[in-house]
């Protein structure tokens, strides 16, 4: 366990408290990913990497009174308008090729911006696993790129991108942290019911037909 710090040491070795750790972590300034549940003498108990968590709350702790929420967060982890890649370079990861020509076709960005990186590199992830064709992969471009601008969807590490398939009609869906589903614009719900809605309405006008047997 020496590569991991479980939380009660965290807190104890650092000072800082409970509701300092999970706003910072709220704040983005501490990843989600690095919160990871693992089985205790006690049962589960949250543990961190202790290289990387101990540098981050050392240089919160630092920093905090010197630097805006904003600023910080650019520092730990450069947002969009502080990073900048060639499409060249998003070309030579893995699978990207194809994705990126794609692009580049759609668009005449130079340089890429971090969002319009990451799109390219989830994307060409689609598309190794997927296969789609070039009308899918650029209506997922598309959708991607409409979701971030409406809703900052890349930012939300705890939401879900799912790309459903019916015959030859891709669809794809993000799930957001606090359970709201975004769909595609040309994908629209012609139907919803809710469970209680069948329990308070449906259930009961079957129940009248068995009580009138």
């Known amino acids: 366990m020496d590569a991991w710090i479980s939380k009660k040491d965290l807190l104890k070795e650092t000072g800082i408290s409970y509701g300092q750790?999970?706003?910072?972590?709220?704040?983005n300034l501490i990843p989600d990913a690095w919160f990871e549940k693992r089985s205790s003498f006690t049962g589960?108990?949250?543990?961190?990497?202790?290289?990387l968590i101990l540098e981050r709350v050392h240089f919160i702790l630092t920093h905090k009174d010197e630097y805006s929420l904003t600023e910080l967060k650019n520092l730990l982890s450069p947002e969009s308008d502080s990073r900048s890649y060639s499409l060249?370079?998003?070309k030579t990861l893995p699978g990207a090729e194809r994705?990126?020509?794609?692009y580049e076709a759609m668009h005449s960005y130079?340089?890429?911006?971090?969002?319009?990186a990451l799109t390219i590199a989830i994307c060409a992830g689609y598309d190794a696993a997927c296969h789609p064709s070039d009308q899918a992969l650029i209506s997922f471009i598309e959708t991607l790129e409409?979701?971030?601008?409406?809703?900052?969807v890349l930012s939300e590490s705890e939401g879900k991108i799912f790309v459903m398939k019916a015959?030859?009609?891709h669809i794809p869906l993000f799930f957001s942290s606090s359970g709201e589903v975004r769909l595609p614009k040309y994908a629209l719900i012609e139907f919803s019911l809710s469970m209680s809605e069948v329990?308070?309405?449906?259930?009961?006008?079957?129940?009248k037909i068995y009580e009138v047997k």
């Open 110 to 116: 130079r340089p890429l911006n971090h969002g319009q």
């Open 44 to 51: 589960q108990e949250t543990f961190f990497p202790r290289t």
């Open 199 to 207: 329990s308070r309405t449906y259930t009961r006008m079957l129940n």
């Open 88 to 90: 060249d370079a998003i």
């Open 99 to 102: 994705t990126a020509l794609i």
């Open 21 to 27: 750790l999970y706003r910072w972590k709220r704040e």
């Open 167 to 169: 015959e030859n009609i």
């Open 146 to 152: 409409n979701w971030q601008s409406e809703y900052d």
